[in-house]
């Protein structure tokens, strides 16, 4: 099971009907009580291949098995129909909520009938450094759009080849559609090109190139989360000199930094990315910490 976001899930689903992959896509139709997951909830199944969760457990291994079945049956089914799954007394799952299946071909009316809900976030993700790297791994998986930004594959000071510090070229060919890497010139120019209501997280090389990129999410206005990675002691260095750039006192109420998550102990790049991950899904599920 590769595909666990839907934007990747619907990727998937899209490869498989231009190859001509006979399968089935196993949605979740309707619910009751507590369940796995929501309706509309996908996943792929053909004779060899599985892709997407419906939940896991015995609901999935049993849909699994009823759509192999249906594809040793008929290669290709044609009509798509439901099956009802009371969670608790059929398949000792503890949920104890009810579960309706659709079992349809992959055809292009699924394709044509499976919408994507928004993304959670708009990330502009400044620094590819270690923790922008161990940033990136978490994000590979979720429903989310992100501009990761790094200026140092355009410094001259540094070698061509693969610089330290920096992904792999190996990392960046095999980012997912939603990730867009952009090296630049001028990373505090890129915030302009921002959506509004854009998650900012600055975490460069440089602590005077934080600095400026930092200070244009702040001067724009319309972010959604600004984040700067950095100590207590960078943060009130940095709200004084902000303060005496002209930014308002209100403005500088909304930077966060330190960034992530409280009370995760650990500097490890995988640790810190956790906690700032969780901060960014917290902040924009409207409940901010």
Do not use: Y
């Amino acid at each position: 099971m590769n595909s666990l976001s839907a934007r990747a899930l619907r990727r998937t689903a899209e490869q498989w009907r231009g190859s001509g992959r006979h399968a089935l896509v196993i949605s979740v139709d309707q619910i009751k009580g507590s369940t796995p997951r929501g309706t509309g909830t996908r996943m792929l199944v053909s004779a060899d291949r599985v892709d997407g969760t419906i939940g896991g457990g015995h609901l999935e291994w049993q849909a699994i098995d009823l759509a192999r079945h249906a594809l040793l049956e008929n290669a290709q089914p044609s009509t798509p129909w439901t099956r009802t799954f009371p969670l608790g007394p059929t398949l000792g799952q503890c949920c104890g909520g009810v579960v309706t299946l659709r079992f349809a071909p992959l055809d292009d009316a699924a394709l044509a009938d499976w919408t994507l809900p928004p993304p959670r976030f708009h990330l502009e993700l400044h620094g590819a450094g270690h923790v922008g790297q161990a940033i990136v791994r978490l994000l590979v998986d979720l429903d989310c759009t992100v501009r990761w930004i790094d200026e140092r594959a355009e410094d001259a000071s540094l070698p061509n080849a693969e610089q330290p510090g920096l992904p792999s070229a190996d990392m960046l060919a095999h980012l997912p559609p939603h990730i867009q890497w952009l090296d630049t010139e001028a990373a505090e120019q890129e915030v302009l090109d921002a959506p509004p209501g854009a998650c900012h997280l600055v975490l460069t090389h440089r602590h005077d190139l934080d600095l400026r990129i930092i200070n244009a999410v702040l001067r724009r206005g319309d972010f959604g989360f600004a984040g700067l990675i950095g100590s207590q002691t960078k943060r009130a260095n940095f709200l004084r000199r902000l303060s005496e750039q002209g930014i308002e006192p209100e403005t500088l109420d909304r930077l966060t930094c330190p960034i992530g998550l409280p009370g995760l102990q650990g500097k490890e790049p995988a640790v810190i990315a956790i906690a700032v991950v969780a901060q960014l899904l917290q902040h924009t599920s409207g409940h901010p910490g």
